[in-house]
């Protein structure tokens, strides 16, 4: 039972029991991944502070090397992950091909696989404006005992056993779910705690926020256009509202908690999209659908797509329940 003001530590061990394969694993893996986002928090958090900010291989001020921060990011998460031997593989939005990890005694006996969008949304960094990390869990289709396979990584998202996402921002949170509903906790950076301060996360039904980035309107096709005509109409509750920070995580927390819809459609330039299914899409559709809304590429369930190829993107449209299937009609109908 999610009690406000639990800390994250107390609600992973009370919930632990509710988790499909109970061994503590995942509960290990959700708390390297709390720890690593305290990392990194800081670092986001310094930014505009520090000369941090520019092009990795850039020299600073006092002539050291510079590390971007989208790349200390995914060094953060990956160190962590790999030193707590809690996972037998990582796949990254920053890296070419996936992470083998061996584990204790090389055994290769860790169960879960790891995909993380590190710093999603990362040009936000230098204008102070929100980032966010986005993770996936699945259990390895592989035997236990031999090195992962591409195999366990291009799983539909359907098979998620955990996703989440960390949200840099006014306050750093993390929002995540097990399968049983999606909880949001509020790091207090004095004492770096995490508390439970969004219980049970549910995306209200309907919406009256949309958000995309309007200025590929000439290349978005045709439904995507209807449907934007018909958020802008004045009739009923409509004109809807327009907010596009063009960082998924804060555009998708805001929607969940106020009710809007998130699309990034197939343009005439991208012809499918720009987002990555497997760091962006399956988590944050196991997130909707975890909290009562909807995620499709615009007429398929983002979690039942099989996946062909780990950088493989998908037009996306996700949020309220009652927007996301309005918006897939105008697709269906154009
Ligand atoms: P990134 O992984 O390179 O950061 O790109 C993903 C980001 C999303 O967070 C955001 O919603 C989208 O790209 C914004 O794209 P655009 O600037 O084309 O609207
Ligand atoms: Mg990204």
């Known amino acids: 039972m999610a009690k406000k003001n639990q800390t994250l530590g107390e609600f992973i061990i009370e919930n632990q029991s509710e988790f499909k394969y109970s061994s503590g694993e995942l509960s290990r893996l959700i708390n390297s991944i709390r720890l690593a986002a305290k990392v990194v928090n800081h670092e986001v958090n310094k930014a505009g502070l520090v000369d941090i900010l520019g092009a990795a291989g850039d020299t600073n001020i006092q002539g050291e090397d510079q590390q971007k921060l989208d790349v200390y990011a995914n060094e953060a998460f990956i160190k962590t992950l790999t ?20 584990g204790r005694n090389k055994k290769n006996d860790n169960k879960y696989i790891v995909l ?45 056993v955990a996703a989440g996402y960390i949200v840099y921002g006014t306050s750093t949170m993390i929002v995540y779910s097990t399968g049983h509903g999606v909880n949001g906790f509020t790091l207090n950076p004095a004492i770096g705690t995490y508390y439970l301060s969004h219980p049970n996360m549910k995306f209200p039904e309907d919406g009256h926020i949309y958000s995309v980035n309007e200025g590929n ?7 995507v256009k209807n449907y934007i005509k018909y958020c802008q109409a004045e009739e009923g509750d409509r004109p809807y509202t327009s907010r596009y920070i063009g960082s998924l995580v804060s555009d998708f927390h805001r929607n969940m908690i106020k009710g809007g819809i998130y699309i990034y459609p197939n343009t005439s330039k991208d012809p499918n999209g720009k987002l990555r299914l497997l760091y962006e899409c399956n988590p944050m559709a ?49």
């Open 116 to 160: 993380i969008d590190p710093l999603d949304g990362s040009s936000n960094i230098d204008v102070n404006v929100s980032v966010g990390t986005i993770f996936s869990v699945y259990r390895r289709v592989t035997p236990e005992g031999t090195p992962v396979t591409l195999e366990d990584f291009l799983q539909p998202g359907n098979r998620q």
């Open 286 to 334: 196991y997130l909707a659908e975890q909290g009562g809304g909807k995620a499709s590429d615009g007429s398929q369930r983002i979690l039942d797509i099989q996946p062909t190829a780990l950088h493989q993107r998908v037009p996306f449209f996700c949020g309220s329940k009652n927007m996301v299937e309005k918006a897939e009609e105008f697709m269906q109908k154009a």
């Open 83 to 102: 030193n707590r031997e809690i996972v037998c593989g990582i796949a990254s939005e920053e890296e070419d091909d996936f992470i083998t990890i061996q």
């Open 217 to 223: 309107y000439v290349h978005f096709p045709q439904g």
